[in-house]
């Protein structure tokens, strides 16, 4: 059973920085994708970046050139780092995966078949 634990959010001031972590377990495959969605209140679940076993990433044009995914060599932790920080960032931030040798199409979070708890990141102007 894959099981996905956040950790990382926070409050912070418009301009700052926060990093996010997944604690992955359980993953019976090699080919993982892994990813970052996040929801505000009273929108929809919306990707921001994911990375696949070989390293391939893709992120949300909102927050290129701002945020980096990145997975350690064991893929056991997914990181995202966040820098310039804005409040339209503000949302609950989760962590998902699936097994797949490439990523989906950020538009499509229904295919990730695990999800973590959610970490609330709110952003302060």
């Known amino acids: 059973q894959v099981q996905l634990v956040e950790s990382g959010g926070g409050s912070v001031q418009s301009g700052g920085s926060l990093r996010l972590s997944c604690a992955a377990s359980g993953y019976t495959y090699s080919d993982v994708c892994m990813g970052w969605f996040r929801q505000a209140p009273g929108k929809g679940r919306e990707g921001v970046a994911a990375?696949?076993?070989?390293?391939?990433?893709r992120y949300a044009d909102s927050v290129k050139g701002r945020f980096t995914i990145s997975q350690d060599n064991a893929k056991n932790t997914l990181h995202l780092q966040m820098n310039s920080l804005n409040p339209d960032d503000t949302a609950m931030y989760y962590c998902?995966?699936?097994?797949?040798?490439?990523?989906?199409?950020?538009?499509?979070?229904?295919?990730?078949?695990?999800w973590g708890q959610g970490t609330q990141v709110t952003v302060s102007s």
């Open positions: 990375i696949d076993s070989d390293g391939r990433t």
């Open positions: 998902a995966a699936l097994y797949a040798g490439s990523c989906p199409p950020l538009t499509l979070p229904s295919y990730y078949d695990y």
